[in-house]
């Protein structure tokens, strides 16, 4: 197994391609779109990518994969571990959904998984969270 030995970057036609693209981490799903329809329109496959759409190509990938990792938890989690997960990703506590969702024994309640989530706290859990309240259901 060779080593492969990445071609340099030119800074002025990455920083071209930066400039086209406005890559920066997204914070709404239609961000996110946007940022995989520019990935996708890199694959050409009648041609490989340069030095520089490579690593642009990189760039938004790991964007992508951010965003995802941040907002979409694993589909097979239940309600209570779904919403353990999108609190871990945003660093939040127990306490921070407190306001929203009622006292401190029912969040607690509701993250160990002793409470059901309600359909009214579904909805707020999507809103704060920007996800689909079928996540908590």
């Known amino acids: 197994m060779g080593l492969t030995i990445a071609a340099p970057l030119d800074p002025h036609k990455y920083a071209k391609l ?3 693209s406005l890559p920066k981490v997204p914070a709404t799903p239609a961000e996110a779109a946007r940022l995989e329809e520019q990935l996708e ?4 496959p009648e041609r490989e990518l340069s030095a520089e759409e490579e690593a642009l190509t990189e760039l938004l990938q790991t964007l992508i994969q951010n965003y995802d990792e941040k907002h979409h ?4 989690l239940p309600p209570h571990k779904a919403v353990l997960y999108l609190m871990e990703q945003r660093h939040l506590r127990q306490a921070d959904l407190i306001e929203m969702l009622g006292s401190s024994a029912q969040v607690s309640d509701m993250v160990t998984g002793k409470r ?3 359909k009214a706290q579904a909805k ?3 809103g704060f969270f920007r996800v689909s309240a079928e996540l908590f259901i």
């Open 18 to 20: 930066l400039a086209k």
């Open 41 to 44: 329109a890199l694959y050409i």
């Open 124 to 126: 707020k859990l999507a």
């Open 73 to 76: 938890p694993p589909k097979d």
């Open 116 to 118: 059901a989530i309600s």
